[in-house]
């Protein structure tokens, strides 16, 4: 039985929603970090295609001229969305596994339950990519001084709609609505807690950028000896750490997300209340 007290009974603060966050960490990495890995792994094959042929992510120039010359590639730009697909994917076995451990399930069926819901996924990213859209349209079809206002008052909303609907992908995921549901029951749970879940991400950021840091500077030197100077074993090092780390903080982010959403049920919907009554009947 999960010894993890989730959903939590009460309203958390936001030291106990991180701590929460870090209690499902632990409880499940292990048993989470195949799916993980998959995830990080699918993520990266555009970039495992270019760096198999040899070249690298600005091969044939620099900034913008070297991503054109990729998008023209149709294996790189066919191997960028199977990656986004099965990020997506896996992501959602990992949150669905962790839900499930923490319940008191083993999580067996995480995988194709994420799979009948990759549609519905597919879809709520969809959604988000039109809205920032529509965000930034009227900036693109001005100019001067007007334009970049536009833009300015685009970056303030994205800031706000970021945290509004940062609780869309797992309700979908956990409560099977909609991607457009998902949205607004995202945004109407965040409504009010915009600060502190701020907050609460600005500090699981801050904690991921240090562990990153510091293990990517241990990876950086060992890569420097192992390798000597042999820059094609440095991108190689440097793309196999890159996946470590991703795999072990894939977790964390479904952990933090699970712990945010029970947090705003109990906040807005009164799960606490809808417990209490089922633990007395």
């Given amino acids: 039985m999960s010894t993890v007290p ?33 995830g990080v792994i699918g993520g990266q094959l555009a970039g495992i295609y270019v760096l198999v042929k040899g070249g690298t992510m600005a091969r044939g120039g620099g900034g913008v001229t070297g991503m054109v010359v ?13 990656g986004l697909v099965l990020t997506l994917l896996f992501y959602a076995a990992v ?14 069926d995480a995988l194709p339950a994420a799979l009948r819901r990759l549609p519905a996924l597919i879809g709520l990213l969809l959604l988000v990519i039109i809205g920032l859209g529509v965000c930034f349209l009227p ?28 609780c869309a992908q797992t309700i979908l995921l956990i409560d099977g609505e909609g991607p457009a549901n998902s949205l607004a029951r995202s945004w109407r749970l965040t409504t009010g807690s915009f600060w502190r879940l701020s907050l609460i991400y ?6 991921l950028i240090a562990l990153y840091a510091v293990i990517g500077a241990m990876a950086g030197f060992l890569a420097a000896v192992v390798a000597h100077g042999d820059l094609a074993m440095v991108t190689a090092f440097t793309q196999v750490i890159g996946i470590i780390l991703g795999a072990l903080a894939t977790p964390f982010y479904a952990a933090l997300a699970l712990a945010v959403l029970a947090d705003l049920k109990v906040r807005k919907e009164g799960a606490d209340l809808a417990q209490r009554i089922s633990a007395t009947a």
Wanted: with cysteine; charged share 10%; hydrophobic share 55%.
């Fill in 70 to 82: 990729q998008l023209r590639d149709p294996t790189f730009v066919t191997l960028y969305f199977v």
């Fill in 202 to 207: 600005t500090v699981a950021l801050i904690i």
């Fill in 139 to 166: 900036g693109a079809v001005t100019g001067g001084a007007v334009r970049a206002l536009l833009f300015a008052a685009a970056v303030l909303v994205l800031c706000y709609a970021v945290v509004a609907i940062s």
């Fill in 6 to 38: 989730y959903p939590p009974q009460r309203q958390l603060s936001v030291g106990e929603v991180l701590d929460l966050s870090f209690r499902i960490y632990r409880a499940t990495l292990v048993r989470c970090l195949l799916f993980a890995t998959c």
């Fill in 95 to 108: 949150l669905l596994r962790q839900r499930a451990i923490i319940s008191g399930g083993t999580g067996a």
